[in-house]
């Protein structure tokens, strides 16, 4: 079987992970910060020790500021929804995925207005003039994607931050497809509020998200309850991490992450992107000579992430997709990819396209293979 889905998840996990994770279940599993037993406190301490691995990862000022979610879509729901009011303006980018797309969609309807930039149909990256220009008095948030997960453009992000802090905008980032691939570092990037989900790049399990909240923005909580601390008031607590997390935290999976970044950082986080680049580069080599595949990707290599998109003439992406699971035992995604703005943008809108994204597990073999196979799925046609 070879794994080429890694922008939907990473698989496999390092073994460090699993093993963590099975001995977190076995040895710590208490409800951590509801109750003081050994156990309890054992898994608080898992808690605050994947949080500080997190703070130093993306160099947080503040270890508090780092608040543990369900997955990116939910750190994503609670910045946009947390900050933005009727009559307020927001700037993004047509590249979003519809983690931020529908979000938006809702928050339009009740009154926030929502300027959506297009990236250059050259190079695919959203430019920080039209950012600059876009911005209004009533500009209230800038949010942006790092990483396309459709054609692997990393967008500069430290760029659109320096112009957000210019004009005193908070700055949101979506780092789903970037965060445990590329440094992010907050401060240096302006960054107010990053968001990611654990089980892509810092391969921790699904079910943990993260959301950083910098010193300059105080987001509304969506969600109100239980923390474990100050049990003596009915109102939710103003200090952070607690007046974002109630309720019994997936301490198991934040385990998971806290192992997954350990991963990175004792492999090295240059090493692993160097090898993810590797194999993409020579994807894309093997693929771009075919007859009858088109690539989509960034037309500058230093823009490129480890995710491409591909179609072949004469097949539905899904088509494609299903062939290469039944036939070749590949898995790839096919489709739009929870991001269909992006594909108007490239032209591949409603089809979509078929997404190859290797990992650090993938190997030389396994790609000369996948070009193998979708060389004679193109034969076949053209
Ligand atoms: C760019 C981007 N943003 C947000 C998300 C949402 O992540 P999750 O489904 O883990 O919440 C994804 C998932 O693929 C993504 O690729």
Redesign the pocket.
């Known amino acids: 079987m070879i794994y080429l889905d890694n ?3 990473s698989w496999p996990r390092p073994e460090n992970v699993y093993q963590a994770m099975d001995r977190f279940l076995r040895e710590k599993g208490g409800n951590p910060g509801h109750g003081s037993h050994s156990l309890a406190a054992a898994a608080k301490e898992t808690i605050d020790d994947t949080r500080m691995r997190v703070a130093r990862f993306i160099n947080a000022p503040e270890v508090e500021r780092v608040v543990f979610t ?7 729901n609670m910045g946009l929804k947390g900050l933005l009011r009727p009559g307020d303006h927001l700037i993004t980018s047509r590249l ?2 519809n ?2 797309v529908r979000p938006l969609r809702k928050l339009e309807t009740q009154g926030v207005a929502i300027t959506r930039l297009a990236p250059s149909p050259e190079t695919g990256v959203v430019s920080v003039a039209d950012l600059e220009q876009a911005i209004t008095p009533q500009t209230r948030l800038i949010t942006m ?1 790092h ?3 459709v054609n692997g453009v990393i967008q500069p992000i430290e760029e659109y931050g320096a112009i957000a802090r210019k004009h005193n905008v908070p700055f949101m980032v ?1 780092a ?2 970037s965060a445990g691939h590329y440094p992010i570092d907050v401060q240096a990037g302006n960054i107010d509020l990053l ?1 990611f ?1 654990a ?2 790049g810092t391969y921790g399990p ?1 079910g943990v ?1 993260v959301l950083y909240i910098g010193e300059k923005v105080n987001p509304e909580t969506m969600c109100e309850g239980g923390t474990g601390v100050f049990s003596e008031s009915d109102e939710q607590p103003e200090a952070l991490p607690y007046r974002y997390e109630s309720g019994t935290q997936n301490a198991v999976g934040i385990c998971g992450l806290g192992a997954g970044i350990e991963f990175i950082l004792t492999t090295g986080r240059e090493n692993i992107a160097s090898h993810e680049h590797a194999l993409l580069n020579r994807m894309i080599e093997g693929l771009s000579h075919l007859r009858g595949v088109v690539l989509y990707r960034a037309v500058d290599t230093d823009r490129q992430a480890a995710v491409i998109s591909c179609n072949i003439n004469g097949y539905e992406p899904g088509e494609v997709g299903v062939i290469l699971d039944q036939a070749f035992d590949i898995k790839v995604r096919a489709g739009l ?3 269909p703005e992006a594909h108007r943008c490239i032209g591949t809108f409603p089809k979509g396209t078929v997404r190859l994204s290797p990992g650090y597990f993938n190997t030389e073999e396994e790609i000369d293979l996948t070009i193998k196979a979708i060389s004679s799925i193109a034969k076949s046609k053209n």
Do not use: F
Not at 70 to 76: E, F, G, R, W
């Open positions: 922008a939907a998840t369900m997955n990116c879509t939910h750190s994503l979003e995925h983690a931020v994607i990483v396309s997960n979506d789903a497809q968001a989900s089980h892509k699904p998200g990819h929870c991001t």
